[in-house]
């Protein structure tokens, strides 16, 4: 157990007490640098790897030019000898521990007493801010979110540049002490939901936060297993969550993520896409329903089809087309259920496969596999067909986590229709309905299937259709708050 640090105003004691805290002995990246300044001394903390060099190096030959302290505190000091534009004063322990493990530089002085000053003059490792694969445009701006929080909230102030922006810091996590910011408009966000969130993440108790926004997102969600529905919105894309700020959204960046969550969530936001806004009206809203549509079928068009199957009486005569010749060697729904799992497969096969193989390798295996399958009689080929186009469709959007949701409930829809018939699919369709009108994301004033439940058809309008936005509209805070 790490005891928490405690300066007093003897500066060899201090220097003894920063040692024994963070073990410089022993760390050999934590740095402990000792200058002379005339008759006095300052000694500085620093871990390597996340000081910025150059500016450091200039810091240090200022200072060793310098006569001496004068006996000036801490606080004077900064203000006549410190040039650094990032630099403050403090005594408390808390803060030098988290300062110096996040980066910063810690300076003591033979005068200072029991205040040091911390130096922000740190850097991160970071890759550079290129376009999602995850959220590819086909027009529009090429960069996106990295894993350093201070890089993605610039990208965010970038584009809008209005003092109404708000990023409030906290550090969550007993351990980790991982940098998570709460980042709003005050003049469009709905303020007491913003309230809510800051308790919501203060009141955090977890030893720290391994996978980034992920283990973030579970500890602010209240747990409901059995709702495959995400609770949460994420975006890569700094344009995607500027335009979100502007409506009223309220975004967290969670540092070591390069994923930024939206609040509040409904479900017709994940059928929203950046390229919508890239292309004319007509053109925005025609992707936007067709997105819709196929979204539908992806998650309805296989249990229906094994419903006509089951009963050939209750099918139209314009659709007898789809009645297969033959039924294979295994039961339909045992091929169905078959093909859902070898998808997967091959999906987690070409992740780890070397990126030069990858392609050719999954689409040769699915041919390969589908092929055989058919040809020794273990699949029919509309099940193939079919498979197919539900596989493909569930990437017409681009969360994962939704499309998962949607593969698990056309399971069980296909389950429940083999097993009740009709009945077990007006059930299992009633049971979706169920889970979406009752799924809790964090709690908030708008539902997960506004703007459909409550009715707000204006609102419902602008999510289906892409509609011109009028020049000089402005969100209110009033229409953030539904």
Known sequence: MVSELRLSEDYRENVKRMDETFSVENNFDLIKKVISVGPDELTLYYIDGFVKDGSMTKILIYLLGLDGLQKKTADEFMRRHMPYVEAEVTRDGEAITRSLLSGATVMLGSTFGSEVMIIDARTYPARDTAEPE????????RDGFVETMIFNTALIRRRIRHPALTMQYLAVGTASRTDVCICYMKDRADLDYVEKLKNKLNSIVTDALPMGQESLMESLVRRQWYNPFPKVRTTERPDTAAAQLLEGS????????????VLPTSMFDFLQETNDYYFPPLTG??????????????????PFWYLMVKNPGIVPGFLSFMQPEETGKIPIIAQLLLVEFLIDGLRMASLNTPNMLSNSLSVVGGLILGDFAVDIGWLIPEVILYMAFVAIANFTQRSYELGYAVKFLRIALLILTALFDIWGFVGGVALILLLLATNRGIDGKRG????????????????????????????TRARSQH
């Open 285 to 302: 809203s025609y992707i936007r329903i067709t997105r819709q549509i196929i979204f539908w079928l992806a998650l309805f068009f296989t």
């Open 250 to 261: 309220v975004l967290i960046v969670c540092d070591n993520s390069p994923q930024v969550m």
């Open 134 to 141: 995850g959220d590819l445009v086909m027009r529009g701006a």
């Open 448 to 475: 997960y299937l506004y703007p459909l439940f409550p009715l707000n058809l204006k609102a419902l309008g602008t999510l289906l259709l892409r509609t011109k936005k009028p020049q000089g509209s402005r969100p």
